[in-house]
């Protein structure tokens, strides 16, 4: 059965441009491993590397990397990590029930 890993998606009437702070346009400005914000396509992923002009991110807890405009990607707060947080906790296998 094929499942597939898509990350939460941002609540849309707080996902405007009154949440971006922290926006920066240098695409260097998002190191490894950061959890943030694509706020054009409104995903939360963890940034794995940076590629030309742009921020590659990936879905919390895996999946296919998508390429994100280095402008539109914000620092994940508070309420994106937990989110982030309970969609890992979600694709974590579970062992047989008892």
Do not use: C, N
């Not at 999946?63 to 309970?86: F, Q």
Request: hydrophobic share 30%; net charge negative; no cysteine.
């Amino acid at each position: 059965m094929a499942t597939t890993h898509e990350p939460p998606e941002l609540d849309p009437h707080t996902a405007d441009e009154e949440r971006r702070p922290g926006v920066v346009g240098d695409v260097s400005s998002h190191p490894v491993g950061t959890l943030v914000v694509d706020t054009d396509r409104r995903r939360i992923g963890r940034v794995m590397g940076h590629e030309g002009p742009y921020v590659q991110l990936r879905p919390p807890g895996g999946g296919r990397e998508w390429d994100a405009r280095p402008g539109s990607v914000r620092p994940a707060d508070a309420d994106d990590r937990l989110r982030a947080s309970i969609f890992e906790v979600r694709l974590k296998p579970r062992g047989p029930e008892a």
